[in-house]
């Protein structure tokens, strides 16, 4: 199980784009709305979400966290103590744990990237304490994925279909949608 977390001003192309992506795979993914389902876009996309801070078990069967980006979307995700709680789980668990754009800060702010190599949208790499700033769009260092922006969110999307299921799922993912590499 996957959860990706959605907060008022969060960014669309990078939340839906890896769930997209996730579900071609055959990876069970959650949308889970922090502060109620209807969860509005930083561009007034309203999506519904599929369940509820306190539906979000977290269990054995978590296998990773997405955080978007988007503001002030990350900002709503850094002071949810159901976030919080979900990337400490992650971390504990040594699940996968991805953040794209902005929400990459709030990792970060954790100290959960102290040692690690990641990226983020730029300004924000004062907030990746501890890391090394990649100059990579997208990034893998152990069970972190990091990724710049909005441009790279199939990028993104497909470096998780690829840790959560292989390589070759990603590659034929990546074909199907005429993506370029």
Same mark, same amino acid.
């Given at each position: ?5 959605l907060?008022?001003? &969060?960014?669309e ?5 890896? +769930?997209? =992506?996730l ?14 389902t +209807?969860?509005?876009? #930083? ?36 002071? #949810?103590? #159901?976030?919080?709680?979900? =990337? ?16 990459? #800060? +709030?990792?970060?702010h954790?100290?959960? =990237? ?6 983020? *949208?730029?300004? *924000? ?6 890391a090394?700033v ?9 069970n &972190? ?10 990028? *993104? ?6 840790a959560?299921?292989?390589p ?9 949608i005429?993506?370029?590499?």
């Amino acid at each position: 199980m996957v959860y990706c977390y959605l907060a008022n001003g &969060f960014e669309e192309i990078e939340a839906l784009a890896p +769930v997209d =992506l996730l579900r071609r795979a055959g990876v069970e993914v959650k949308t889970v709305g922090v502060g109620g389902t +209807v969860v509005t876009g #930083s561009h007034g996309i309203p999506v519904t979400a599929d369940l509820t801070e306190a539906q979000a078990l977290l269990t054995n069967a978590l296998d990773a966290v997405i955080l978007p980006g988007g503001m002030p979307g990350t900002l709503h995700l850094e002071a #949810s103590a #159901s976030v919080q709680a979900a =990337l400490d789980f992650a971390n504990a668990n040594g699940r996968l744990i991805c953040a794209i754009c902005a929400a990459p #800060s +709030v990792l970060g702010h954790k100290g959960l =990237l102290k040692g690690r190599e990641a990226i983020c *949208f730029p300004g *924000f790499e004062k907030d990746l304490i501890g890391a090394t700033v990649s100059k990579k769009a997208v990034v893998k260092d152990g069970n &972190f994925i990091t990724a710049k922006g909005a441009g790279v969110a199939v990028d *993104f999307g497909l470096a998780i279909v690829a840790a959560l299921r292989d390589p070759a799922t990603a590659n034929k993912i990546r074909a199907a949608i005429q993506c370029q590499s």
